[in-house]
């Protein structure tokens, strides 16, 4: 089992960055692919980017490649998000998402474990 805790929203203007940090508990951490999804008020949960145990390898939705990043720091049981270039469309509870499957999926069914969320809202 592995327990997640989002940090690092708020509010930032357009064009502006965050920096996302999910905390996950002790000496499992690294044996479990993580991901990030958000949601929008109205919508439904949607993949952001995941990336494997081993950072060696990253996956990010066609919407947000090139401005977010995803990270990790196994030595930290911390995974990040780096958000660049944000835009008002990227406004949601974004989650933290660990998996023990031997893949990266964009699925969110195929994640066990879930952060409680942190809000990203971007103003115009």
């Known amino acids: 089992q592995v327990q997640l805790v989002e940090s690092g929203g708020g509010l930032v203007q357009a064009g502006g960055s965050l920096r996302l940090s999910c905390a996950a508990s002790?000496?499992?951490?690294?044996?479990?692919?993580m991901g990030w999804f958000r949601q929008a008020p109205g919508k439904e949960r949607e993949f952001v980017a995941a990336?494997?145990?081993?950072?060696?390898?990253?996956s990010y939705a066609d919407s947000v490649k090139g401005r977010f990043t995803i990270s990790r720091d196994n030595g930290k049981n911390t995974v990040y998000l780096q958000m660049n270039s944000l835009k008002p469309e990227d406004t949601a509870v974004y989650y933290c998402?660990?998996?023990?499957?031997?893949?990266?999926?964009?699925?969110?069914?195929?994640?066990?474990?879930w952060g409680q969320g942190t809000q990203v809202t971007v103003s115009s």
């Open positions: 998402a660990a998996t023990q499957r031997g893949w990266l999926s964009r699925r969110s069914n195929e994640y066990e474990y």
């Open positions: 002790g000496r499992t951490f690294s044996g479990y692919h």
């Open positions: 990336i494997t145990w081993s950072g060696g390898s990253t």
